[in-house]
């Protein structure tokens, strides 16, 4: 019996060892064609474009200012920026207020304490700021973007070209505090192993929805089509659920690497990051805690098994062979991380951090299960309680 077990966990290692193997020479391909990749070199939309920059904000007075400078920057001559203070307690009002007075692109919108019954707060905001919008297209970014003067113009102009209804995708995610450069890169990685865009972009894939919040374009007809923001009124993961939203509603969208069109960032400490992940990541996985099961063996298993054998190893609690098997895991996975984050712009010192980083993503998706179906999550001072999925509500 335990020759069996033992062949069977040889088998295991090995497959784990070639599972990132593939990663490297995968994310390698995509890096050597980025077929799903918009850069400031492709064209951009018409002039004659009308398009609007949407935005909401919440106590966003560290973050408003340089976002509005940035969307202010755009090289589209034919713009509009609605932003919308979701009663903010903090300086966002007079911030906002300033940049209307300076320049007439600038549409302020305030308001916002009561949410409606069945409303989220952020699909509530962008609800009544999209009725000030007058584009034909609607780009919705987040506060905390600083988008690169090109990025309206490229990814309405990418639209266009391909007859889509939505184009959004992933940005630059900037990093600064320790914690930071530690869990955001575990997440993030989690996040694009499980969502290949060659699927989510596949139109005989409908089920794998994927969006940004951070940037989604969208015309003005497709919007109105897969029914605005009141179709996800009450989906925490709002982008998504535009994204499954304009499936069902027939309107063809693409995810895409925006890596050179923005930047964000997303949480400055550990408490930000553990409260924004709490809020999201149950809801990811649709609500259930079979896919967190399956979620939290994949990690160990893929990530956390190796390293936790090297040092058991290493501490002379498990045979020689089992050293080795560990090490060589730990070896092949610190590589293929060290090449990932060179080419996400992140110090290669933190990569040593990938496996007690997983350790505590485990951790916070359990948190994010336990908080959804309990007293549920606290975010910009509103609670929200997400024990199933907004369909089901």
Not at 43 to 49: F, G, H, L, R, T
Not at 259 to 286: C, P
Not at 337 to 355: C, E, K, Q, S
Request: charged share 20%.
């Amino acid at each position: 019996m335990m020759t069996v077990l033992t062949w069977l966990l040889r088998a295991l290692l090995a497959l784990i060892i070639l599972g990132w193997l593939a990663t490297f020479f995968r994310v390698r391909a995509r890096r050597l064609n980025p077929r799903w990749g918009l850069t400031p070199e492709d064209p951009p939309a018409a002039s004659d474009v009308r398009v609007s920059v949407v935005i909401p904000a919440r106590d966003e007075e560290d973050n408003l200012g340089a976002c509005l400078d940035s969307v202010l920057a755009q090289d589209h001559p034919n713009l509009q920026i609605v932003v919308q203070d979701d009663g903010s307690t903090d300086r966002t009002g007079a911030i906002l207020a300033e940049y209307a007075a300076r320049d007439d692109r600038v549409h302020a919108l305030t308001g916002g304490d009561a949410l409606p019954e069945g409303w989220f707060g952020k699909p509530w905001a962008l609800e009544r700021a999209q009725r000030a919008a007058d584009g034909d297209w609607l780009v919705f970014i987040d506060a905390d973007v600083r988008l690169h003067p090109a990025a309206v113009s490229r990814a309405v102009g990418y639209g266009e070209r391909e007859g889509l209804g939505m184009v959004t995708g992933f940005g630059t995610l900037v990093n600064g505090s320790f914690w930071e450069k530690v869990l955001q890169p575990a997440v993030a990685g989690m996040i694009l192993m499980g969502n290949d865009l060659d699927e989510v972009n596949d139109p005989d894939k409908p089920d794998r929805n994927m969006a940004s919040g951070q940037f989604i374009a969208v015309r003005r007809d497709a919007y109105e089509q897969l029914g605005r923001h009141e179709a996800v009124k009450a989906d925490i993961l709002d982008d998504v659920g535009l994204a499954r939203a304009a499936v069902a509603a027939g309107v063809r969208y693409h995810c895409l690497f925006l890596r050179q069109l923005y930047r964000v960032r997303m949480y400055t400490s550990l408490r930000e990051i553990w409260d924004g992940w709490s809020k999201n990541l149950f809801a990811g996985m649709h609500y259930s805690w079979g896919v967190v099961v399956g979620v939290e063996l994949f990690l160990f298993v893929y990530i956390v098994l190796g390293p936790l054998l090297a040092v058991l190893g290493g501490l002379g609690l498990v045979g020689p062979e089992w050293l080795v098997w560990g090490l060589v895991q730990l070896l092949v996975m610190q590589a293929v991380r060290a090449y990932m984050d060179r080419i996400w712009g992140n110090p290669l010192v933190y990569g040593l951090t990938h496996a007690p980083a997983n350790l505590m993503l485990m951790a916070l998706i359990v948190n994010s299960g336990l908080r959804s179906r309990g007293a549920g999550v606290r975010w910009r001072g509103r609670t929200y309680v997400l024990d199933s999925p907004p369909e089901r509500r």
